[in-house]
C-alpha cells in the first residue's frame, strides 16, 4: 500500500466549494416559489425539450453553435456521472483513495468528488438553459 503523502487532500478548496454550493442553493431556493425544489428544475422534461428544439431549429450558424455548445455540455454531464460512478468503485481500493483530494479515508474522498458533481451539475444546467431555444408554452 502506498503512503499517504501530506498536502494530497483539498480539504480547504473544497470548503470553499462546500460554501458557494450551499450559498447558491439557499438563494435559488428563497427566490423560487418552488422552494427548495427549484434545485430539481433544470432537470428532465423541460431541458430535454429545449436541447430537441434547438437540435430541430435550422441549419443557422448560430443554431450550428448553440448545438455545439448543448452536445458538449450533455457530454461533460454524462462523463460526469460516469466518473462520479466510477469513484464508487474505485474508492474501495485504498491506493485509489489514499492520496485523493479528500483521502485518506473513503468518506472524505467520497465528498470531495461528489461536492464537485454538486457544484458542476447546476452550472451545467444554467449554461443549457442558456444555449438552447425555448421549446414552447407546451413544454416549459
Not at 468503485?89 to 483530494?101: E, S, T
Not at 483521502?103 to 470531495?112: D, E, H, N, Q, V
Request: charged content about 10%; overall charge positive.
Amino acid at each position: 500500500m502506498e503512503p499517504h503523502v501530506n498536502g494530497t487532500s483539498a480539504w480547504l478548496p473544497h470548503l470553499v466549494v462546500l460554501a458557494i454550493v450551499a450559498t447558491w442553493f439557499t438563494v435559488a431556493s428563497r427566490r423560487s416559489p418552488f422552494g427548495w425544489m427549484v434545485i430539481f428544475g433544470p432537470v428532465g422534461r423541460p431541458i430535454t425539450a429545449r436541447i430537441r428544439a434547438t437540435f430541430r431549429s435550422g441549419f443557422h450558424p448560430l443554431i450550428l453553435l448553440r448545438c455545439l455548445a448543448a452536445a458538449f455540455l450533455v457530454l461533460l454531464e454524462v462523463y460526469m456521472a460516469w466518473r462520479i460512478g466510477e469513484q464508487v468503485f474505485a474508492g474501495l481500493d485504498p491506493n485509489f483513495i489514499n492520496n485523493a483530494w479528500g483521502g485518506p479515508s473513503y468518506l472524505g474522498a467520497m465528498f470531495c468528488h461528489y461536492l464537485d458533481g454538486a457544484l458542476l451539475y447546476p452550472i451545467c444546467h444554467v449554461l443549457l438553459r442558456k444555449v438552447t431555444v425555448p421549446a414552447g408554452p407546451t413544454a416549459e
